[in-house]
Antibody
Framework: QVQLQQSGPGLVKPSQTLSVTCAIS??????????WNWVRQSPSRGLEWLGR?????????DYAVSVKSRITINPDTSKNQFTLQLNSVTPEDTAVYYC?????????????WGQGTLVTVSS | DIQMTQSPSSVSASVGDRVTITCRAS??????LAWYQQTPGKAPKLLIY???NLQSGVPSRFSGSGSGTDFTLTISSLQPEDFASYYC?????????FGPGTKVDLK
C-alpha cells in the first residue's frame, strides 16, 4: 500500500521560498511507471495542479504555466521523497498543499494523496 | 487550458436519495476524467477514473458515465458517509484541471 507523508513549515514570509516534502512508502520515487505531483487548494483558486516529476531513464518535470517561473520539484532518491519549492511567494500562495502520485500508463489521475500541509504566507 | 465546470455547486439530499452531479469540459477530453470525494480537513480521494471505472475499494453505489465534454457522477443511494464535496478532474492534457466542486449536504 502506497502512502505519502508530508512535512514542512506552516508559515512562510512574503518573498521567501516555500518548501514542502513528501516522503514515499510502498513505492519508489524512481519508479518508471509513476509520477509525483503537487496540487494545492485554496478558497479562491480551488484545486490547482502545480507540477510533477518522474524518472524515465532520466529525470523529467512538468510544471503549470501559472507557477513555472517560480517552481522546482526535486526528487531525493536517497530518502525516497520529493520536495516542492516555490520561490518569491505572496499571500496568494496561501493554500493547502498536497502531494499525489499518478500512474502514467494508466492515466493522469491522482492516487494516493498526502495528508496536506497548510502553508500561510504572511509577515 | 481546459476549463472544467460542475453543476450543481451544492445539493441538499437525504440518506437513500439518488444524487447526480454533472461535469463539463471546455473541449473534448474523450474519457480522460476522474472524480474525487473530499471530506473536511482531508485530502481528496479517487472514486472514479477513466470516466466510469470504479477505484478499488469504492462502494458500487458510485458510478460514472460520459465521454467527450459531458460527464456525470451518480450516487445511487446516499449514505451518511457520502456527505462531502465532489470534484472532477480532466486528465487529457497539461495542465491537469479540476472542477470547482459540488457539495452534498444533508437536507
Amino acid at each position: 500500500q502506497v502512502q505519502l507523508q508530508q512535512s514542512g513549515p506552516g508559515l512562510v514570509k512574503p518573498s521567501q521560498t516555500l518548501s514542502v516534502t513528501c516522503a514515499i512508502s510502498g513505492d519508489s520515487v524512481s519508479s518508471k511507471s509513476a509520477a509525483w505531483n503537487w496540487v494545492r487548494q485554496s478558497p479562491s483558486r480551488g484545486l490547482e495542479w502545480l507540477g510533477r516529476t518522474y524518472y524515465r531513464s532520466k529525470w523529467y518535470s512538468d510544471y503549470a504555466v501559472s507557477v513555472k517561473s517560480r517552481i522546482t520539484i526535486n526528487p531525493d532518491t536517497s530518502k525516497n521523497q520529493f520536495t516542492l519549492q516555490l520561490n518569491s511567494v505572496t499571500p496568494e500562495d496561501t493554500a493547502v498543499y498536497y502531494c499525489a502520485r499518478d500512474l502514467e500508463i494508466v492515466g493522469y489521475w491522482f492516487d494516493p494523496w498526502g495528508q496536506g500541509t497548510l502553508v500561510t504566507v504572511s509577515s | 487550458d481546459i476549463q472544467m465546470t460542475q453543476s450543481p455547486s451544492s445539493v441538499s439530499a437525504s440518506v437513500g436519495d439518488r444524487v447526480t452531479i454533472t461535469c463539463r469540459a471546455s473541449q473534448g477530453i474523450s474519457r480522460w476524467l476522474a472524480w474525487y470525494q473530499q471530506t473536511p480537513g482531508k485530502a481528496p480521494k479517487l472514486l472514479i477514473y477513466a470516466a466510469s471505472n470504479l477505484q478499488s475499494g469504492v462502494p458500487s453505489r458510485f458510478s460514472g458515465s460520459g465521454s467527450g465534454t459531458d460527464f456525470t457522477l451518480t450516487i445511487s443511494s446516499l449514505q451518511p458517509e457520502d456527505f462531502a464535496s465532489y470534484y472532477c478532474q480532466q486528465a487529457n492534457s497539461f495542465p491537469f484541471t479540476f472542477g470547482p466542486g459540488t457539495k452534498v449536504d444533508l437536507k
